[in-house]
């Protein structure tokens, strides 16, 4: 088993100083970092845009698996095929959306600089504080009230396709895509102007009077002035909060933002992301027009499974499935696989080939030949979360 060294993205959003888990975790084990940067996000995988060390030496992670090959599951092609993080965030990060697999290829091909990896990026995030998100489609009820809520907005779309949300008359034409696009394509010439004059007139309103919609399209608009994230966030996408443990999974083409908290993410090993608004960075229209997902579901949560001495969260995909483990904790399960374990809190001592004590912020490096060693001396505030690919479990 080895310790590894992982590096920090200070992107814009990140939550700033010791408000900051990612912050936290790294002083818990003397990393420190000299400048005033937002702390967003820990990135613990084999990414060449962040990745992993061993510790204490500095080997790249990446290297000492190619050389190491036994630590890898037989169903393990090569090397970690996930990227495991923590993110703190602190303002809203970009509405985006993922593509499949085949669009990846397709993008990182015509669109390289846009799209670094050839790869698809479905996701999970596991709320560690509570967590304010936005994701997937509204139901249809639920976007029309909105929109008729938004004279301002109303006045530049097709009303009949408004009242036609959620009513497949015409199997060609999906009403919410259509009236969707309207408002994305207008990102740079209606909708700035639109923006203004409701957040004008809310702005004139009594705070108490607000509906939770239009309160957010005044927080959104203070932070991104005049852009069109505003409104396709707060109009369309569903707005919810996960407490600590529920979680989310997102696959490819739906459209989703984390507006605030901590978080335990895990993904395909991919930095594919299509941006539709809330950011001053590129925005694709065209390929999220034509890859979206317009399936009007209201919140959905991803259930994780009870095992007793450990939850486990596993969606249906290959790459990647993730342990949480608390004072409850008996053995590191055998998952066949490397793993990447991070300690969220409190402390406990792994006996395996090595025995190895683990604390708040440290990051684990298992191997797959470690057979279910046991875990003693389990502190009470235990928390610990490990990523690994599923298919190989005894
Ligand atoms: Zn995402």
Same mark, same amino acid.
């Given at each position: 088993m080895q310790k590894l060294i992982c590096p920090i993205q200070h992107y814009l959003w990140g939550k700033e &100083?010791?408000?900051?888990?990612?912050?936290?975790?790294?002083?818990?084990?003397?990393?420190?970092?000299? #400048?005033?940067?937002?702390?967003?996000?820990?990135?613990? =995988?084999?990414?060449? #845009? &962040?990745?992993?060390? /061993?510790?204490?030496? =500095?080997?790249? /992670?990446?290297?000492?698996?190619? #050389?190491?090959?036994?630590?890898?599951?037989?169903?393990?092609?090569? =090397?970690?095929?996930?990227?495991?993080?923590?993110?703190?965030? &602190?303002?809203?990060?970009?509405?985006?959306?993922?593509?499949?697999?085949?669009?990846?290829?397709?993008?990182?091909?015509?669109?390289?600089?846009?799209?670094? +990896?050839? #790869?698809?990026?479905?996701?999970?995030?596991?709320?560690?504080?509570?967590?304010? /998100?936005?994701? =997937?489609?509204?139901?249809?009820? +639920?976007?029309?009230?909105?929109?008729?809520?938004?004279p301002e907005l109303l006045e530049a779309l097709d009303v009949v396709q408004v009242n036609s949300i959620g009513k497949f008359e015409n199997p060609d034409v999906d009403p919410l895509k259509k009236v969707f696009c309207a408002v994305l394509e207008g990102h740079s010439t209606t909708m700035p102007a639109i923006i203004r004059r409701i957040c004008d007139r809310l702005n004139g309103e009594e705070v108490a009077s607000l509906t939770d919609t239009e309160k957010l399209i005044l927080r959104l608009d203070k932070l991104y002035p005049g852009d069109v994230g505003v409104l396709i966030g707060a109009t369309f996408l569903n707005h919810f909060t996960l407490k600590q443990g529920e979680s989310v999974f997102l696959g490819p083409n739906v459209p989703h933002a984390y507006l605030d908290g901590d978080c335990i993410e895990c993904m395909a090993c991919s930095d594919n992301t299509i941006r539709a608004g809330l950011t001053p960075k590129y925005k694709d229209i065209e390929t999220l027009k034509a890859n979206l997902h317009y399936d009007m579901t209201g919140p959905i949560k991803f259930a994780p499974e009870d095992k007793k001495d450990h939850i486990l969260y596993k969606p249906r995909v290959k790459e990647f499935a993730v342990i949480k483990y608390d004072k409850n904790a008996k053995v590191l399960n055998n998952v066949g696989a490397a793993s990447i374990l991070v300690v969220i809190g409190g402390s406990a001592t792994i006996m395996g080939s090595t025995e190895v004590t683990l604390s708040r912020g440290e990051v684990l490096l298992a191997p797959a030949t470690e057979s279910s060693p046991k875990i003693t001396d389990i502190s009470d505030d235990f928390l610990c979360y490990r990523a690994y690919k599923p298919g190989n479990e005894n």
């Open positions: &100083g010791d408000s900051s888990l990612v912050s936290q975790l790294k002083k818990a084990v003397n990393d420190q970092y000299e #400048n005033n940067l937002p702390f967003a996000e820990l990135w613990m =995988g084999t990414h060449p #845009n &962040g990745p992993a060390r /061993l510790h204490p030496h =500095g080997q790249l /992670l990446t290297d000492y698996l190619a #050389n190491n090959s036994l630590f890898l599951g037989k169903h393990e092609k090569g =090397g970690l095929e996930f990227l495991f993080k923590v993110l703190s965030v &602190g303002k809203p990060l970009s509405i985006q959306a993922h593509p499949t697999k085949e669009q990846a290829i397709v993008l990182h091909r015509i669109k390289p600089n846009e799209y670094p +990896d050839d #790869n698809h990026k479905p996701e999970m995030a596991i709320a560690l504080t509570d967590f304010e /998100l936005l994701c =997937g489609f509204k139901l249809a009820e +639920d976007i029309k009230t909105t929109l008729f809520r938004l």
